[in-house]
């Protein structure tokens, strides 16, 4: 199967500050990227829709101002958190979409202190 | 809007044994995928099968087979033989079809099953 990497997988900040969450595909490329926030033995929630080369669709409920993605690739990815505060802290997942397969990051732990 | 229902929030099953985990969902659609998804404990999504709306046949992967009754806008998932690499959180998950673009996916809130040696 398709091989999503996503960097870093774990990060610690502290209030205030930005953290850049950066996800890629290793083997395939894709046009739409989706990232989702879980929260601990919750769903996974679609923050937003993005395809290369365009501006992101985001979620009812998600701040677009605070949640940066640029999807500047066909591989590659970026979920900027943008003045973190403790309640950011969560899992973040990425998958690239082709087709009906989507294709899932390893995810990424921001813990905001 | 499409919902996905999963009722039962936790499951636990001997090993070697089978269980059933259920999904219920709605939607409008008529052209559509369903989909299990694994994520065990290193929260890596795992897919476990895919069914098309459109077939009528029941998918089946190995020890996991489906349940899917259109009508009744029910999707179960079967383990046979469960494995203690089992236990995981599971996901049942809905998308519309879309010509000529990728479709988003809609999660059930999971079940958590739990595999005893």
């Known amino acids: 199967g398709a091989v999503v990497s996503q960097h870093p997988s774990w990060v610690i900040c502290k209030s205030g500050t930005s953290v850049k969450i950066e996800c890629r595909s290793l083997d395939f490329q894709a046009t739409t990227m989706f990232w989702y926030r879980q929260f601990p033995k919750q769903s996974l929630m679609l923050m937003a829709t993005?395809?290369?080369?365009?501006?992101?669709?985001?979620e009812q409920g998600v701040e677009k101002d605070k949640f940066l993605i640029n999807h500047a690739s066909l591989t590659l990815s970026t979920l900027t958190v943008t003045s973190a505060h403790p309640e950011d802290s969560s899992f973040y997942i990425c998958?690239?979409?082709?087709?009906?397969?989507?294709?899932f990051g390893p995810g990424t732990r921001l813990t905001v202190t | 809007a499409q919902t996905v229902t999963q009722s039962q929030p936790e499951m636990s099953v001997q090993e070697a044994e089978t269980v059933t985990l259920s999904c219920t969902y709605d939607t409008s659609e008529n052209n559509y995928y369903l989909f299990w998804y694994k994520q065990p404990p290193s929260r890596q999504m795992i897919l476990v099968i895919r069914?098309?709306?459109?077939?009528?046949q029941n998918a089946t992967e190995n020890r996991f087979s489906v349940n899917f009754q259109k009508a009744a806008k029910s999707f179960s998932l079967k383990i046979s033989d469960s494995q203690l690499g089992d236990t995981a959180m599971y996901f049942c998950?809905?998308?519309?079809?879309?010509?000529?673009?990728?479709?988003?996916?809609?999660f059930g809130k999971g079940i958590t099953l739990s595999v005893r040696p």
């Open positions: 993005s395809n290369e080369g365009s501006k992101a669709t985001y």
């Open positions: 998958s690239f979409g082709s087709g009906y397969e989507q294709y």
């Open positions: 998950a809905f998308m519309k079809h879309v010509t000529g673009a990728n479709s988003k996916l809609t």
């Open positions: 069914q098309e709306a459109y077939k009528q």
